[in-house]
């Protein structure tokens, strides 16, 4: 599956914003799905993850309760919905793809990328 990611861009503290992620040449509702993000010196972590069927999520407590996670299986898609974005959310957004049903939290356990989409948040 290919994937790519797209709605990135400037934000303003407080603010509110939706990334997309885009499958190709396989069904993405066949994966699991997580985003991931990767500030400048920083490490890749996941920040949202999504089943197959969309029945279970998965979030870190950094972002619990500010971002959302959901599926769209006939526009073969998965969205991320990003509220009361902070500064430190400042960074490139990926998603990846699974074909594991369970959702894993590590980046090593996901097999297909996109190329990332930039999310900057300002003060």
């Known amino acids: 599956v290919q994937l790519v990611e797209s709605g990135g861009g400037l934000v303003q503290a407080g603010g509110s914003l939706r990334i997309s992620c885009v499958g190709s040449?396989?069904?993405?509702?066949?994966?699991?799905v997580g985003w991931f993000r990767q500030a400048p010196g920083k490490e890749r972590e996941i920040v949202a993850a999504?089943?197959?069927?969309?029945?279970?999520?998965y979030y870190p407590d950094s972002v619990k309760g500010r971002f959302t996670i959901s599926r769209d299986s006939a526009e073969n898609t998965v969205y991320l919905q990003m509220n009361s974005l902070k500064p430190e959310d400042t960074a490139v957004y990926y998603c990846a793809a699974d074909p594991d049903p369970r959702i894993g939290a590590w980046s090593i356990s996901y097999d297909y990328w996109g190329q990332g989409t930039l999310v900057t948040v300002s003060s």
């Open positions: 040449g396989r069904t993405i509702s066949s994966y699991t």
């Open positions: 999504i089943s197959w069927s969309g029945g279970r999520t």
